[in-house]
């Protein structure tokens, strides 16, 4: 018998939902994948404008959303394309006590990018109140630079500089865009536990529709005192392909 209590668990889904090359058969896919699992708990990235009222427009019933867009200089990024990392919770299960989005800059509380990235990228925090057991858990869901390594690095430091400074629990899902050889992620794994390596799926999470090389670059990190049931990569496809470019990460967790 498992020993977790099946009324308390908690199921999250990091989801990079893939902003560009928008149609149906991908919004149908997503939608559909996550009204199969049903998370509590989703960190979305690449999140657009687009995206971001498409999801409000079919999920809000159910979920609560947090985090800001990025902001970049609209003459460099439209603001259609202003991408945000959501934390999104069951309204009937958590409420919110307090969220932020920080930028992975040299000015972490405005908008501001390190000399060399591509563009702004930010982090969203949330601390959720669980209705049914009263305790507290902080989510975060962020997205680092596709372009350097360095650049991921210096944001990296800044994320982890974040973390050390907070409570437990804590639970970190994003894209990193960093293979677990790159000092990024190392830097993320000094101060919390990769769960997909504790519990042993190291598989790669983005595959590119086998058109570019798959790499393992979504990760949930946590707290010690968060305990894991179960964790996988959602494979499911819709109409023949994955929905997105990424796929899924997905935790059942307890405290």
């Not at 992975?104 to 109140?129: I, Q, W």
């Not at 790159?182 to 598989?203: F, H, M, P, R």
């Not at 959602?234 to 796929?247: A, I, N, R, T």
């Amino acid at each position: 018998m498992s020993l977790f209590n099946l009324n308390m668990n908690i199921k999250l889904l990091s989801y990079n939902i893939q902003s560009w090359d928008v149609n149906d058969r991908r919004i149908k896919g997503i939608l559909d994948l996550i009204r199969r699992h049903n998370p509590d708990v989703i960190c979305f990235q690449e999140v657009t404008l687009f995206w971001y009222s498409l999801l409000k427009k079919e999920l809000s019933n159910a979920y609560a959303f947090t985090g800001r867009d990025r902001f970049y200089n609209d003459k460099v990024e439209p603001k259609r394309h202003f991408e945000r990392n959501c934390v999104v919770y069951k309204k009937d299960r958590f409420k919110a006590i307090k969220t932020r989005t920080f930028w992975l800059g040299p000015d972490m509380y405005n908008p501001s990018k390190f000399e060399g990235a591509s563009l702004n990228r930010v982090f969203t925090t949330a601390v959720l109140l669980d209705k049914k057991t009263n305790k507290k858990t902080q989510v975060i869901s962020t997205h680092f630079d596709n372009c350097s390594s360095e650049i991921r690095e210096k944001q990296g430091k800044v994320l982890a500089n974040y973390l050390k400074t907070q409570r437990s629990p804590l639970i970190l899902m994003g894209d990193f865009n960093s293979e677990p050889y790159e000092k990024a992620y190392q830097l993320i794994k000094n101060v919390l536990i990769d769960v997909g390596e504790e519990c042993g799926e190291t598989n790669f999470t983005y595959h590119g529709y086998e058109k570019y090389s798959p790499m393992r670059i979504d990760f949930f990190f946590k707290t010690p005192d968060v305990k894991v049931e179960s964790f996988e990569l959602v494979k499911d496809k819709f109409e023949g392909l994955p929905p997105s470019d990424h796929y899924p990460v997905k935790a059942i967790i307890d405290f």
